[in-house]
């Protein structure tokens, strides 16, 4: 049976609940603000009730507080992270594109285009204008070819810079990895403690969330707590974190001479896991980082991809134009001179042993094939005059043929020293002695402009051409796709912000309704105070 002051309890039990609730709604709106912070609420039941005698019923005893809980979709948190990975990666890959985009800076009137418009012009005017008298002419074609070559060499430098600034966010990148899982694991640790008496540590688990959603931008992660309570991160299967320990990614110098691709620069990091076992990346910056400094082909190409393009027009067109240059005569007579500098070396036809590294390795593209021969040197060739190599196709009678020439790239292209230091070393006759202003080779070089077996993608002007629009397609469909992964971030966090954000007006609300009931409250015990000061004073008094 309920004794007198059992109503002292009930109302205490309330008072000491509202009073709970109003701290919490407190540290709510004192975090509105917070980064990461996941709004909590008092989980109130009623407190067990006490059985009256002779079946009367339950008396209710009041109400007891069993956690404060935060109020989180873990649902929406395994979307919002998984669509973060994507939006890392094509968020980098844009801004890469874009840049690239800037170094070939075309359409405009001083990209790689005009440049080779005003050197071709320039050669046709010398074609009509190749006696003697018509030295300012040469120089104009000179002047013309160096600043072809300069334009081109510059691209490739920033090529390279790029390259070479990604390889630094790499590392940045992956000690920025390796700094988050140092703090999960420490907040792992902490979490496990304070929560073995059943209690939930949820400011440190707002601290954990967030850091895990800074995480899977850079790398995609899964992760799950056990039944133990104990915390794992993966990371493509392999545990990055397991509760306190940490398996730290590691960079490491590639090999000297042990380039993935001909164009890449020496000296890149490969990221691996610190056990030395290979890292496998499905999304997230770190992979789009890699991809853009790493990938020469497929539908993630990066930089190597433009490299090699630069480097194959160099090569093709200075080899092309040297091949014309070499059968021309200058006005001293002098023959057999190249235009564009390649070391003074010769033309090795190797179109059968290419063709038969081709038949040998199906699987091999023809830019591939050739890209790995380039890569075994000139030794795996037969040539021993010089190791460093390059391999144009020429299209001859419809025919494909294959010649080996010393390495010439984007970086490396320039007018022959010849050339540079005598005028009258440009093969602009067809013949030895000539007519007086004969320009027919001039007029052969000029012609190479409409050489549609140049390349794969026909003349040089259609080249340009097609390397710019593949650029074009390569950088719309990363900002769109990095567009559409803002937009369905955002959407994902305005709906986990309406489920755990804190809301200054539902919380100004609770706090007035915990204040009223905590005032209710104070109020019983005022009225059980008064009943019981009847029952001890005042009663008995009749007949005094």
Do not use: C
């Amino acid at each position: 049976m309920s004794g007198t002051f059992f109503g002292f309890n009930i109302a205490r039990s309330g008072l000491f609940a509202s009073q709970r609730a109003i701290h919490v709604t407190g540290h709510n709106i004192a975090n509105a603000n917070t980064p990461g912070y996941t709004r909590q609420r008092l989980e109130v039941v009623s407190s067990n009730p006490l059985a009256l005698p002779g079946g009367q019923g339950m008396l209710g005893a009041g109400v007891d507080t069993n956690a404060i809980e935060n109020i989180r979709d873990e649902f929406l948190d395994f979307k919002f992270r998984g669509e973060n990975e994507s939006f890392g990666e094509w968020n980098v890959r844009a801004d890469v594109l874009e840049n690239i985009e800037a170094i070939m800076n075309e359409p405009s009137d001083t990209g790689i285009r005009t440049v080779m418009d005003e050197y071709f012009a320039s050669l046709q005017k010398l074609s009509t204008n190749a006696d003697e008298e018509g030295l300012t002419v040469r120089a104009l074609v000179r002047e013309r070819a160096i600043a072809l070559a300069k334009t081109i060499n510059t691209m490739g430098h920033q090529l390279e810079k790029m390259q070479k600034d990604l390889d630094f966010q790499v590392n940045t990148v992956v000690s920025e990895i390796n700094g988050y899982a140092d703090q999960i694991a420490e907040l792992n640790s902490q979490i496990f403690r304070f929560e073995l008496d059943g209690s939930h540590a949820n400011d440190l688990r707002d601290q954990r969330n967030l850091i895990l959603d800074q995480l899977s931008e850079r790398v995609n992660i899964d992760t799950f707590e056990d039944k133990n309570g104990k915390f794992h991160v993966l990371v493509s299967g392999k545990p990055l974190v397991s509760h306190q320990r940490v398996f730290h990614f590691a960079t490491e110098e590639r090999v000297k001479g042990n380039k993935k691709n001909n164009s890449d620069m020496e000296n890149l990091l490969d990221v691996k896991w610190a056990d030395s076992n290979s890292l496998k990346l499905k999304s997230g910056k770190l992979k789009g980082l890699l991809d853009a400094r790493d990938n020469a082909e497929g539908s993630e190409k990066g930089i190597p991809y433009y490299m090699e393009q630069l480097n194959n027009f160099a090569k093709t067109f200075a080899a092309q134009t040297n091949m014309i240059h070499r059968e021309g005569y200058g006005l001293k007579g002098t023959t057999g001179v190249d235009f564009f500098e390649m070391n003074g070396g010769a033309f090795h036809d190797k179109t059968t042993d290419v063709q038969s590294f081709m038949t040998a390795n199906p699987k091999l593209s023809e830019a591939q094939a050739i890209a790995q021969l380039e890569k075994n040197g000139g030794a795996a060739l037969g040539i021993t005059a010089y190791e460093d190599i390059s391999i144009i196709k020429m299209i001859e009678n419809g025919t494909p043929k294959y010649y080996v020439t010393p390495k010439v790239t984007a970086t490396s292209l320039a007018i022959s020293k010849t050339i540079d230091n005598d005028l009258n070393a440009i093969a602009a006759s067809s013949t030895h002695a000539g007519l007086p202003g004969n320009g027919d080779n001039a007029l052969r070089m000029n012609q190479l402009k409409n050489e549609g077996t140049m390349f794969d993608w026909g003349k040089p002007e259609d080249f340009m051409k097609s390397l710019i629009s593949n650029l074009g397609v390569d950088t719309q469909q990363a900002q769109k796709m990095a567009k559409n992964q803002s937009v369905l971030l955002e959407h994902l966090e305005n709906k986990r912000q309406s489920i755990s954000g804190v809301s200054i007006d539902e919380e100004m609300s609770n706090m007035i309704r915990f204040q009223h009931s905590y005032n209710a409250n104070a109020r019983m015990i005022t009225t059980i105070d008064e009943m019981i000061d009847v029952i001890v004073n005042r009663m008995g008094l009749v007949g005094r």
